[in-house]
């Protein structure tokens, strides 16, 4: 029904900055909470940031501060600024959402991840 798809990974050195993208699309309604999950190899998953539709925000202590949140609603994209990354920034990231289909709603949605790779 609906797919999301990360970008904007990479390979960066610490102190730089990357910003990762997510779009979602297929027959989507309207998507509201939006959210970013990373996780390192071996560890569990662990929740980075949560934007709602309106705008409001939360971000983990970890990365308060450095990464930020938003969204474009009209584009179905949500996007993670990452700024001072550090070599514990790296892992895969992944967008999640609850999205209101024609037909269903799917909360948590996932999609499939982007690396990130910070070096000192």
């Known amino acids: 029904q609906v797919q999301l798809v990360e970008s904007g990974g990479g390979l960066v050195q610490a102190g730089e900055s990357l910003r990762l993208s997510c779009v979602a699309s297929g027959s989507i309604v309207s998507v509201n909470a939006r959210r970013w999950y990373r996780q390192a190899p071996g560890k569990q998953r662990e929740w980075v940031a949560t934007?709602?539709?309106?705008?409001?925000?939360n971000d983990a202590v970890s990365v308060k501060g450095r990464f930020a949140i938003s969204r474009d609603n009209a584009k179905n994209t949500v996007y993670l600024q990452m700024n001072s990354l550090k070599r514990e920034d790296t892992g895969v990231y992944f967008c999640n959402a609850d999205i209101m289909t024609t037909s269903i709603y799917e909360p948590y949605h996932w999609g499939q991840g982007t690396q990130v790779t910070v070096s000192s």
């Open positions: 934007i709602t539709r309106g705008g409001d925000t």
